[in-house]
């Protein structure tokens, strides 16, 4: 089974950067597809960006294309989201989350795609 350990959030002003990582057991070949998404009180879960574990393709909700970058280390089994450019509106709980029933190479900013998720790291931009 996978497990995933989110870290790296905090406070930050608006333009600032943060840069989250998602430390993940269990991984292994059948794991094709990871993400982190986000929650802000009041509001649903939403996908901010997605990987395949290959390492080729990469989705970005619009919100955060351009200002954030979703990477991976394999050989730490360790998954990133650098943060730039932050805003006030991108304040909210972020989670990693993989998959293990996509294709290889699948990338998703679905919910109902995955079924391994962490629990969370608080970000917060102050204007």
């Known amino acids: 089974q996978v497990q995933l350990q989110e870290s790296g959030g905090g406070s930050v002003q608006a333009g600032g950067s943060l840069r989250l990582s998602c430390a993940a057991s269990g991984y292994s070949s059948s794991t094709y597809c990871m993400g982190w998404f986000r929650q802000a009180p009041g509001k649903e879960r939403e996908g901010v960006a997605s990987i395949s574990t290959s390492g080729g393709s990469r989705v970005y909700a619009d919100s955060v294309k351009g200002r954030f970058t979703i990477s991976q280390d394999k050989t730490k089994n360790t998954l990133y989201l650098q943060m730039n450019s932050l805003k006030p509106e991108d304040t909210a709980m972020y989670y990693c989350?993989?998959?293990?029933?996509?294709?290889?190479?699948?990338?998703?900013?679905?919910?109902?795609?995955?079924?391994?998720w962490g629990q969370g790291t608080q970000v917060t931009v102050s204007s």
């Open positions: 989350a993989a998959t293990d029933v996509t294709p290889y190479g699948w990338v998703s900013l679905a919910l109902y795609e995955y079924n391994y």
